[in-house]
């Protein structure tokens, strides 16, 4: 399940996704030819996006897995997995012959747990709560994780927990992690505006490092959209490395 880095264990790029397969699951999942389509019901992309899980394919599945997709209510959408998917390359490469368009690249990084867990941050400046306050839902509504994507952590069946910041008496962010074997993945990190860079989202990560490892995770992952530069220097500054990429492509409009 993991690899090894020169701080200790990784996830490799295939238990980085079987993790966020796991820990972020869609609502149903449907079997179409070498396809899997996942069924998001507005889950967003992680949900709802096809998979290739066979070693080949012809053009007629993919015509045939864009129809089921949109049998389902949903766009067309594929994730390519190229750092644990071989065959991913030459989907890919037949994606973008017919114009679909890239979407959204994300990185994704791992660490020993004891990135995140190895120090204590301030008493009540952040801890884990199941399930999520009211405030932390609006947290996530100001976000744009409202009621369908938030369904998606109900429906996590293995261990799980949220997390909130506070910042002088105030909510300042929330965040949800899950457990897959020994991986703890990330999802949903959110700090209010006007409470960025002031240490609460790592605060968020020492808790959720800290939850994980009592509940015996040896390594800590996160999913990070390629743009985003913030949230990728952060995670670099806490010893995490990229183990794993992925990336969407989509029919143009």
């Not at 993991?2 to 869609?26: R, Y």
Request: aromatic share 6%.
């Amino acid at each position: 399940m993991t690899g090894t880095g020169p701080g200790g264990p990784l996830p490799t790029a295939a238990a980085l996704l079987a993790a966020l397969d796991a820990t972020w699951p869609p609502a149903a999942r449907h079997r179409c030819g070498p396809f899997v389509l996942r069924e998001g019901r507005g889950g967003g992309k992680r949900v709802s996006a096809a998979t290739l899980e066979a070693a080949d394919f012809a053009p007629a599945d993919i015509d045939a897995a864009e129809a089921a997709m949109a049998a389902l209510g949903q766009a067309p959408l594929f994730m390519l997995r190229p750092d644990s998917h071989p065959a991913d390359a030459a989907l890919d490469a037949a994606l973008a012959a017919r114009g679909h368009r890239l979407v959204d690249p994300v990185v994704g990084y791992g660490a020993p747990v004891a990135a995140w867990a190895g120090s204590v941050p301030p008493p009540v400046s952040a801890f884990w709560i199941w399930p999520p306050l009211r405030v932390m839902e609006e947290v996530w509504d100001a976000a744009g994780i409202g009621p369908a994507r938030r369904a998606v952590m109900d429906r996590v069946p293995g261990p799980h927990t949220s997390i909130l910041a506070r910042s002088a008496d105030r909510v300042a962010g929330a965040a949800f992690v899950a457990l897959d074997g020994p991986v703890a993945m990330l999802h949903a990190l959110e700090v209010l505006p006007h409470y960025r860079r002031q240490g609460s989202a790592v605060n968020m990560l020492r808790v959720a490092g800290r939850w994980a490892q009592d509940n015996g995770a040896t390594v800590v992952s996160a999913m990070v959209a390629a743009a985003n530069g913030p949230a990728r220097a952060l995670y670099a500054s806490l010893g995490m490395q990229n183990v794993g990429n992925y990336h969407y492509r989509a029919p143009r409009p």
